[in-house]
């Protein structure tokens, strides 16, 4: 383990300013990381720092990075890993067994010990959840430098609280007692329910009450086949009544076990100000996606197929779509497609088709580099305040046209240019400002707040796969969820694991 200069991890990919270390430690073990926590001060632990919330951001910490901790050990349906291994690489280890992890976040360079920090979710949480459906067990170092090596079903809340051995002697932690929204994603604080597991205590917990050093992940096997379609619609309310049709086949399609069923694992949207940014950037040529212009809203459908189903054997069942001559699920998908007239608008790719996927996907990911674009050349030529304002919510799909229309009355109303994009299969969408000045970032939170509450009078999260961290306006979209009282529970937990407030100190939490 060695003490270096920590002038390359001052910022994360939120670009938190401010960011001042007083050096950078690389552990390989979790003696190490003990070591390390029973003589800092303060520590913030890291992964690949692509945190959106700047809960990467050192602020004064000595910054404990994980990227020399990357075991992996694949065994039947599970893999352990340190918790400096990326996704990308768990998939390739997982493709050479011929298994494979179900919850991937977009950005497959984030670290193991990130994505269970912060509950990280992605495009088919629709179809599997958060990545704490998949966590079996932790390894995790708390502030006095005990080792806790929590299995699902060990180590159970009773009455309220757990009860711990450390090296302090026995603790007790308290269980929050709030009430958390029933929706598929949710990274906001401590998870809490009655009679909890321990392991869930610490999955999203940003860093505050341990530091991960290694995870247990359940997979499957074997890995399906994967379909991208690029469905452009002409209106939002066609869309959402698509997207509506697709998730109910889809969930009767599980429950079934149909094996000709409907397969939707994701589906994503790109609003109209989103397609507007693919076309004035060009992206929709450079990776010869047609956007005809009279689409207003785009999806974006990953189908999954039987393993054996190859590209050949995908496209007879296109052809074959129409004529009803094939029972298939991707055969059922066009008719749906052609029910909506959105077919003949459609490009697909087939299994194996790495090159189309990968065409097909940037045009989603070209909408946020697009925005970050905006922003920057704004920060840089019209005013050095301006940043990113933007905001992670999600709302049962059954509020989700309630929640749009929320989102575009509350932009318009202070005159903001904005796009949405994100995950529409299950409510979750990002709202971003594209600010033009300082007053737009103003009112941009004005506006994130007031979505917020809105959210979760809808029976929705304001906070639902970034985390919370050290931003201003997630840490009062936490304080608007869950009140005072709420937000004092959450510090008991944190008094209790960490009484000297030595882990990641101002996340969460304002210091």
């Known amino acids: 383990m060695t003490n ?24 390989r073990t979790e003696e190490d990381v003990a070591d390390a926590l029973r003589s800092a001060g303060t520590i913030l632990p890291i992964g690949a720092q692509s945190s959106l919330t700047g809960g990467a951001t050192p602020m004064g910490d000595l910054v404990l990075s994980t990227s020399k901790m990357t075991g992996v050990n694949v065994r039947p349906d599970r893999i352990s890993v340190g918790a400096g291994v990326t996704v990308a690489a768990i998939q390739t280890a997982l493709a050479e067994a011929g298994a494979w992890f179900p919850p991937v976040p977009t ?124 469905v452009p619609c002409g209106d939002e309310a066609a869309a959402l009544a698509l997207t509506g049709r697709l998730r109910e086949a889809s969930i009767r399609t599980w429950q079934d076990r149909n094996p000709a069923g409907i397969d939707a694992a994701a589906i994503e949207h790109l609003d109209h100000r989103s397609l507007q940014i693919v076309r004035e950037d060009g992206a929709d040529r ?28 995908a496209f007879d069942e296109i052809q074959d779509a129409l004529s009803g001559s094939r029972a298939s699920g991707l055969a059922a998908f066009c008719r749906e497609l052609d029910r909506f007239g959105v077919l003949g608008d459609t490009q697909i ?127 009062e979209l936490l304080r608007q969820l869950y009140g005072e009282h709420g937000i004092e529970e959450m510090r008991a937990v944190k008094r209790a694991l960490d009484p000297g407030w030595k882990l990641s100190p101002g996340v969460i939490f304002p210091r």
């Open 4 to 27: 270096e200069d920590a002038s390359s991890f001052l910022e994360d990919a939120a670009h938190y300013p401010g960011g001042h270390a007083t050096g950078v430690l690389f552990p």
């Open 107 to 230: 950005f497959t360079g984030a670290c193991a010990g990130g994505i269970v920090a912060t509950n990280a979710a992605g495009a088919a949480t629709f179809k599997y959840g958060s990545v704490r459906r998949w966590v079996e067990g932790l390894s995790v170092v708390l502030a006095d430098g005990t080792v806790l090596n929590p299995r699902r079903g060990e180590v159970r809340a009773r009455d309220g609280r757990f009860v711990l051995d450390t090296r302090r002697g026995r603790i007790e932690v308290p269980v929050p007692t709030y009430s958390m929204p029933h929706v598929p994603k949710r990274s906001a604080g401590y998870h809490a329910e009655a009679g909890m597991d321990l392991v869930d205590l610490l999955i999203g917990s940003e860093g505050t009450l341990g530091v991960i050093t290694r995870v247990t992940f359940r997979t499957i096997a074997p890995a399906p086949n994967i379909v991208l379609a690029f």
């Open 349 to 475: 790719a087939l299994p194996h088709d790495g090159r189309r996927i990968a065409e097909l996907l940037a045009i989603r990911e070209a909408v946020p580099a697009g925005v970050n674009q905006r922003i920057g050349l704004a920060k840089g030529t019209l005013d050095g305040r301006i940043e990113k304002t933007a905001a992670d919510m999600v709302v049962p799909f059954d509020r989700f046209a309630e929640m749009m229309a929320i989102y575009r009355e509350g932009f318009a109303a202070r005159g903001l240019d904005y796009a949405i994009w994100g995950h529409i299969s299950d409510g979750n969408v990002h709202p971003n400002v594209i600010a033009r000045s300082f007053d737009d970032v103003t009112a941009g939170k004005s506006a994130m707040l007031h979505f917020g509450r809105e959210a979760a009078r809808l029976g929705g999260c304001p906070l639902a796969e970034h985390g919370v961290g050290r931003n201003p306006v997630k840490q």
């Open 286 to 313: 450079r990776h010869n996606v047609a956007i005809p212009e009279s689409a207003r809203i785009a999806l974006l459908v990953q189908l999954e197929l039987d393993p054996e189903t190859d590209a050949a054997r």
